[in-house]
Structures are given as structure tokens and as C-alpha cells.
């Protein structure tokens, strides 16, 4: 079986390089960048402007291959792909949670961007706190290493 | 630009009719599945077992169109696409935060499940909560509409 996407659009953001990206964008909430989505689908961003935050979905464009473990950012052990968050996956697809700070017609100013300039969009969904956040959550190999890592 | 993607596993459900399905997996947490990941990447399940939530993206194969405007479960009016988690998007990709019960080689035992019996599996990524949640969120039209819903 095989899966055909289309982009809906294209990610814009300051990070032409890969040391440049932060760990997650929610670290850097300085990080600006516009989410362009193609006028064919401008219809469908009714209503966003009423969110203050927005789910991205994308397609990791720069990963040319997939590794099945893989030493994350955060240490040096190897980990299994589907315990972090590489882009080196399967199906190169990455999720982010961005700020929406301004909606003009197709154009999305969203602040906490994670990704590199010219990233394909796949998605959009509302972020909503009752659907996406849980309480009581253990992170594994991750206990203790986000410590230093500011929350905005 | 075409994006070709391949199902890396099987979500098994209960929920073999829509109506069967909760809004989200979180207000029916006695809802329990399990995700079959191929055997050839499970490898790739390496240290999964040390989080309590995954994100997996799946594909809505029971979707055969789209629309940019829709009307979600908790209300009757239309809403843009890309401010609704209706399964009828462009690209028809899902998300959803699961619990993890139980692994046992490729096999994932879950809780808070909403996805459809036989739904195909794209990624899993670790739930981390410094990641993946917000303070202080405006959700547009959804306010006040999801006071009746239990959360866990």
C-alpha cells in the first residue's frame, strides 16, 4: 500500500542550516517564521485566527534516508527512531506546535518555528489543550535531560 | 511535488462504525487497542517502553474526499478545515496522543484509542510534555463547548 500527499503549502523560516534549528521551536519562541499556505486551500484556514497555537504537520525534505535507532540531540546512546524525535524516520513526517501570531489571508506569522526554511506543509490542525495534553507522563530516556532547557 | 508514503504498521480498534468512535481517544480512556508495527521496523521500537504517551500519525483511509469547509462533531456550524480535526483534509493525515499499556515485541497495547479498526500506521513519536504542550492557549471556536467532556 502505497500513500500519495501533496503539500498544502510551504514553511518559511530563519533556519537555513541544520546547527541553526533549535531542539524544539517552544525553546526559541523568538524564532518567527510564516507558514504560506497555497491559495487553493486558503478557504480552509476559516477560523483559524481563534487559535492561539496550531498543530503543523510536514514533510522532513532535507532527510534522504531513515535509520531504525538513532542518537537523538539530547545524548549520545542510541535509541529506537519511534523513542525520538530525529527526522531520519520511516516516513520523514514531523509535527510541531506553533504560536499564531497574525493570519493575513494565506499567510501565517507563527512564532516557535522548528523547522528549515522551505519545509513542505502537510497539515494544519488546531491545538487544543483538552485533545492533545495529558497528565501523569513518564519520558523515558528523556527523564532529567530537558532541565536546562527553557519552557516559554 | 508528490510525497509517497508506506504504512509502517496496523491500528487494531474496537471501533468498527463511526458512530463507535469517541471524539477523542482522552474522553474514553477505556477504549483499548493495539498497534501492530511490521516486524521489519520494530527495532525502531527501542526504548518506547520507558514513555506512558506516544503520538501516532496515521492515514484516515476511510476518507475518500475532502473539503475545505466542515462541520465538526461539537457543533453545526462550518468551520475551515485546517480549524477542525475532521478526518476529510487534504492530505487525510490523523494524529492522536495514546497511553501505553504494554509492549510486547511489535505489538503496542494502548489506551485512548479513536481511530478506526484497520487504520495504517505512519509514525510514533514520543509524548513529551515540554515538547508538545502550551500554557495560556485560545481555542477559538471550540470554547465552551467541551465543558461536558470528561478529560483523564
Known amino acids: 500500500m502505497k500513500i500519495v500527499l501533496t503539500p498544502i503549502g510551504i514553511i518559511h523560516s530563519p533556519y537555513k542550516k541544520k546547527e541553526d534549528i533549535p531542539i524544539r521551536g517552544v525553546f526559541m519562541p523568538q524564532g518567527v517564521g510564516t507558514i504560506e499556505v497555497f491559495e487553493e486551500y486558503e478557504k480552509g484556514l476559516q477560523d483559524v485566527e481563534g487559535f492561539s497555537h496550531l498543530i503543523i504537520l510536514y514533510f522532513f525534505h532535507k532527510s534522504k534516508e531513515f535509520s531504525l535507532l538513532g542518537k537523538p540531540f539530547l545524548e549520545d546512546k542510541l535509541h529506537g527512531i519511534f523513542a525520538i524525535r530525529s527526522p531520519h524516520r520511516p516516513n520523514h513526517l514531523g509535527i510541531s506546535v506553533v504560536r499564531l501570531l497574525e493570519r493575513k489571508g494565506n499567510i501565517l506569522k507563527v512564532g516557535e ?36 532547557q527553557n519552557k516559554s
Chains 1, 2 share one sequence.
Open 113 to 148: 518555528i522548528d523547522v528549515f526554511d522551505g519545509t513542505p506543509l502537510l497539515d494544519i490542525k488546531p491545538y487544543v489543550p483538552k485533545f492533545d495534553e495529558r497528565k501523569n507522563v513518564k519520558i523515558g530516556w528523556l527523564e532529567g535531560k530537558l532541565n536546562n
